[in-house]
């Protein structure tokens, strides 16, 4: 009996050792290739939508400032400061008697923190000056309305006399009222009846407290 010959069937089994170690390489080197790799699941692609950012919030309006409150009126006409600038004395006719007009203009400013009201004449406020004042015309106008309570003067005459007399203060038409800081010329009226005589001297304030003095001839002072 013949023996096997173990040889030929360890070379089989060789070759076939081989080979299935050859395809199990194949196999296992294709399942180690690495997976592609993917973006984050936050991170947008070319391909993926847009999204538009959050608007920002709108800033609050800010609170608008409040309105300072207007001035206080004060009907005080001595709270300005006066300075005369010119006069003029003229004989008239007023309220049915003779007499002198003495028509001054004065600048006036208000250095206080509130407005200043003066009472007025009723008709043409301002319009007369120490530039157009003339003997003979119509005062009556002038003295129409109220002359101021604190503001006046004492008038001295050649018959040795010191008399009172209201002063009747005129801004213009349009606003008889001096803002806080505002300059404006203001006028005065003063009638000294011809019975008192003629005036000397005139000392403008109010009965306690003199603020100025001036006398007949006419001046200036700017």
């Keep these: 009996m013949e023996r096997p010959d173990f040889r030929k069937h360890l070379g089989r089994i060789a070759v076939l050792f081989c080979l299935a170690v050859l395809l199990a390489g194949c196999s296992g080197s294709e399942s180690a290739v690495p997976p592609p790799i993917l973006p984050p699941a936050d991170t947008a692609t070319d391909d993926s939508p847009k999204q538009d950012p959050a608007p920002e919030p709108e800033p609050e309006p800010e609170p ?21 600038w010119n006069l003029r004395s003229v004989s008239v006719q007023c309220q049915g008697k003779p007499g002198t007009l003495i028509v001054i203009q004065t600048h006036a400013e208000n250095q206080t ?36 309570d604190a503001l006046g003067a004492w008038v001295e005459t050649d018959k040795n006399e010191r008399i009172w007399r209201p002063i009747v203060a005129a801004v213009d038409a349009a606003s008889v009222e001096i803002r806080p ?40 002072t700017a």
């Design 113 to 148: 923190a509130h407005k200043a009201q003066l009472k007025h004449t009723l008709a043409e406020l301002g319009s007369v000056t120490p530039s157009n004042a003339t003997d003979g015309m119509d005062a009556n106008r002038l003295f129409a309305g109220e002359a101021e």
């Design 181 to 220: 800081g505002e300059e404006k010329m203001v006028y005065w009226y003063v009638f000294l009846p011809e019975e008192n005589g003629a005036w000397t001297q005139m000392h403008w304030g109010s009965r306690e407290e003199q603020r100025g003095r001036f006398s007949p001839i006419p001046h200036k």
């Design 64 to 84: 608008e400032p409040e309105p300072e409150p207007e001035p206080e009126i004060i009907g005080d006409a001595l709270a300005l400061v006066y300075e005369v």
